[in-house]
């Protein structure tokens, strides 16, 4: 398909605490299957995308993780940035080193934890979407329909009127990119039926998305052109630099919610980010009670439950919505509707210093 794959890969995955820590963070574990999320999201890409061109890119003690885990892929694939600065700096340094190997290059910027279950279905989206990049010059994202109210994820508000058509895929003008909203502002986002939940996959073509940070993200801009600089004289030294001053921000904030010449395409092949352990009661097979469970266990008139206990046998009596989670050094037990707050807990662990809890 003449596709470069960067797969995003430094983030932390704090909602997935205490199994998710700072060293194994969510992507580098066997979440959702037996083998790592990354190694599914690469994994998943192969049928289209060769191994030689799917990137990574990360900090260097994950990217030490991910050499270890996708052994296949070449070294020079590795990209390592200086020092987390959220996702616009890493893009920006992922799509200078494919532009410099193919300007007109289209870049598929892909998470790396989450689940696609149509696998086949996907790489067909992926690569009309790769066509409507090259062929439209816009920057291409994926709309996942809202099965409900979620305040968990942003949303994409878009025209159903005259959408782009290439291979056959409807691709319909982004009008904008909204934050998480609170409840009744969900319910009203599903109800106008013009609002998507925002995957956080784009495709691009790295001309163009130079050219759009150019006119959109003009003080982004000349970070672009000293990276290209940098990584033409191979200098590491200033690449460190270029990080310690770059804004620390999300592609999101930086560059989608501002340019225009963007198209949402539907992304109705079985997706989840796999954002907190609720999550997993969609995912993880359930009993006749809708408990999930990874580990032996007794469950005893419980519900709706999500227990998480290798290599020791659990019991649960009496009780409903629940998720608990058992690690050698930490114990979580959660209401199952309070999940997104696990994310607090890290916070606070962080102010005690506890580090070896992180």
Not at 77 to 97: D, H, K, M, W, Y
Not at 191 to 212: H, I, P, Q, T
Request: charged letters at 25%; hydrophobic letters at 40%.
């Amino acid at each position: 398909m003449g596709i470069y794959a960067v797969i995003m890969a430094g983030g932390s995955g704090t909602r997935f605490w205490p199994l998710s820590r700072k060293q194994k963070p969510k992507q580098f574990l066997p979440i959702i299957s037996e083998k790592s999320m990354i190694e599914e999201t690469v994994n998943r890409l192969l049928p289209k995308i060769p191994k030689t061109n799917i990137y990574t890119i990360a900090g260097e003690k994950h990217t030490q993780v991910i050499k270890s885990l996708l052994p296949d892929i070449p070294v020079e694939n590795f990209l390592i940035e200086p020092q987390g600065r959220n996702t616009a700096p890493s893009l920006i340094l992922a799509t200078a080193v494919i532009y410099l190997k193919n300007p007109a290059a289209v870049v598929a910027a892909l998470p790396a934890d989450h689940l696609i279950q149509d696998e086949k279905f996907f790489l067909e989206k992926i690569r009309s979407a790769a066509e409507a990049a090259r062929k439209l010059k816009h920057i291409i994202t994926f709309g996942i329909p809202p099965s409900f109210p979620s305040t968990g994820f942003g949303y994409i508000c878009f025209s159903d009127k005259d959408p782009s058509r290439v291979q056959g895929e409807d691709f319909y003008p982004v009008q904008e990119f909204k934050e998480k909203p609170d409840y009744n502002k969900a319910k009203s986002f599903l109800k106008a039926g013009n609002y998507f939940w925002n995957s956080g996959m784009f495709l691009w073509r790295a001309d163009v998305f130079a050219e759009k940070l150019e006119k959109y993200a003009p003080e982004i801009f000349p970070f672009w052109t000293q990276m290209l600089e940098a990584l033409r004289n191979n200098d590491q030294a200033q690449l460190a630099d270029i990080f310690a001053k770059i804004p620390a921000t999300s592609i999101d904030y930086a560059l989608m919610e501002k340019a225009e010449g963007v198209a949402m395409c539907t992304g109705n092949f079985g997706w989840s980010d796999v954002g907190a352990w609720s999550s997993l009661a969609d995912i993880w097979r359930q009993d006749e009670n809708n408990n999930v469970s990874r580990g032996e266990n007794i469950l005893l008139e419980a519900e709706n439950c999500i227990l998480y206990n290798p290599g020791k046998l659990t019991a649960l009596v009496g009780v409903k919505d629940l998720i608990v989670v058992d690690t050698k050094d930490a114990l979580l037990i959660c209401r199952k509707d309070q999940d997104q707050k696990v994310k607090t807990i890290v916070e606070k662990i962080k102010k005690m210093d506890k580090k070896e809890y992180l």
